[in-house]
């Protein structure tokens, strides 16, 4: 029998990126500008999504748009012409948590797919699913959730279903310059001093021997987790359960990392679905060479996945 094979969604951090990671066996990318959307690996122009949609689209593969910050009233008028441009761009759909963008989309491209992702609050199917009925075609599960979760959530859910495989995932978000306020209050010339991502400023916790990145950006202050998640030897569950995509997070990545990365889990995908003994005999080493790539100071876990659910 054959299972159905998930969608194998990165995020690339530039065009260089998105036809390396198409390459290595991507089907589905997320893009877009830290204007609209929240943690993006990279900035992508409206020339740039134009361009990353063709690219897609010759190739059969798909391209998603990150709409997913919280928009105050002052950006909400500009909702309208961003969304226009993406139908136009024939964009394949676009990620919210806002529900502005929900009402912009119904009024602008009504036939825009619509990906609710609100981070920490898509836990259970009853959710999912009314936004399902409020036009939203798939949700993005919360990282905070275990395996046992998910697949409940997967068997009731009228909508697809999204999981993160891959990559660190965020903590905590302010709207609030907090870097920015304590250089300030340090005197420190703001001008001169990068809180951005290519700063590469970490929070440390010595008692857990833990290093948090944090970054600024048009959305505020970030602090990530100071592990990665890796899955990629405990596909099976998921792929069983017909779960339609897994992501990985390419934030604060290279592409060379995600290039190696993508690879392995498009190869374990395919096995897991293929060929089931045989990826049982190969997971480890998947493991392995994931962990021969990973960056200094950040550890493989495996997140919430089998933690216990504490009501």
């Not at 361009?51 to 105050?72: C, D, P, R, S």
């Not at 502005?100 to 959710?127: G, I, S």
């Not at 010595?206 to 990530?224: K, L, S, V, W």
Request: aromatic share 10%.
């Amino acid at each position: 029998m054959m299972e159905k094979k998930p969608e194998l969604l990165v995020t690339p951090k530039n065009m260089e990126a998105v036809n390396r990671l198409f390459a290595a066996g991507a089907d589905a990318i997320v893009i877009g500008e830290e204007r609209y959307g929240l943690r993006l690996a990279g900035e992508f122009s409206r020339d740039d999504v134009k361009e990353a949609t063709t690219i897609a689209h010759n190739q059969g593969k798909k391209v998603y748009v990150a709409m997913n910050a919280l928009f105050h009233n002052e950006k909400v008028d500009e909702l309208a012409d961003y969304v226009q441009f993406l139908h136009e761009a024939g964009v394949d759909g676009i990620t919210f948590g806002d529900p502005a963008v929900l009402m912009t989309v119904r009024e602008v491209a009504p036939d825009m797919k619509l990906h609710w992702n609100t981070e920490q609050t898509a836990t259970n199917w009853f959710t999912a699913n009314y936004w399902g009925r409020k036009g939203a075609k798939r949700a993005v599960l919360a990282r905070e959730i275990n395996m046992d979760a998910i697949v409940e959530i997967k068997e009731n859910a009228e909508v697809e279903i999204e999981v993160q495989v891959h990559g660190m995932t965020s903590m905590f978000q302010s709207k609030r310059t907090l870097i920015g306020n304590y250089m300030q209050f340090q005197g420190k010339n703001l001008s001169v001093e990068k809180r951005d991502k290519e700063r590469n400023l970490h929070l440390f916790d010595p008692e857990r021997n833990a290093r948090y990145p944090i970054f600024e950006d048009e959305n505020g202050t970030h602090i990530m987790s100071p592990n990665d998640i890796c899955i990629i030897d405990e596909l099976e569950e998921m792929i069983d359960a017909e779960v339609d995509s897994f992501k990985i997070d390419g934030l604060l990545k290279s592409t060379d990392y995600m290039e190696t990365t993508t690879a392995l889990y498009r190869e374990a995908i395919d096995l897991c679905v293929t060929n089931r003994d045989e990826y049982e005999e190969h997971k480890e080493e998947y493991l392995n060479k994931l962990e021969e790539i990973q960056p200094e100071n950040r550890k493989l876990d495996t997140g919430f996945f089998f933690k216990e659910t504490v009501y």
